[in-house]
């Protein structure tokens, strides 16, 4: 079994801290692979024990926020029976995340994943915000 990190990134910034997430799980020696949405196959997602979601925070400044659209064609495209599957979500905002990843929470739950956890940071904490993904993962 191995996780899986996927990502939307409009401007890089959510990229980067998935490459760095994905550096910090390799060091620690744990089996992973990290890939843009439009690039995950099937097979990808059956293998994943943990899967990992990010996201830029859309929306309208200070309000309306939801993960970006192809974040959320993503989870809308899982297979129905999720049941064995671990997810963690994490977001990149400029202003104000609001509760931007409950609407992918909550489409995953609807297909019986279980949402580990969620962490938002301002793109400026690229570092900090992996740290804290790296931790709940490795937990
Ligand atoms: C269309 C669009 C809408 C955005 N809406 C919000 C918003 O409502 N709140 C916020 O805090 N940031 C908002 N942002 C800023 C992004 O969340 C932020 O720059 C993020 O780190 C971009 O990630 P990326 O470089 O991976 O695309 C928006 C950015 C874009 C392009």
Avoid: W
Avoid at 66 to 80: G, I
Avoid at 106 to 133: F, P, S
């Amino acid at each position: 079994m191995t996780h899986l990190i996927t990502y939307f990134s409009h401007s890089g910034n959510t990229k980067k801290v998935a490459e760095i997430i994905l550096e910090k799980a390799r060091k620690a020696d744990i089996d992973i692979v990290c890939k843009e949405v439009n690039n995950v196959s099937e097979e990808d997602i059956i293998n994943a024990e943990k899967v990992i979601i990010g996201t830029p925070v859309h929306g309208l400044i200070l309000f309306a926020q939801h993960a970006a659209k192809p974040a959320r064609d993503f989870v809308k495209a899982l297979p129905e029976d999720l049941q064995q599957k671990e997810f963690f979500l994490f977001a990149t905002y400029l202003f104000f995340p609001s509760n931007a990843l409950i609407g992918i929470e909550r489409t995953i739950q609807e297909k019986q994943g279980k949402v580990k956890n969620y962490v938002a940071m301002h793109r400026k904490k690229k570092e900090e915000l992996a740290q804290a993904v790296f931790e709940l993962i490795s937990s």
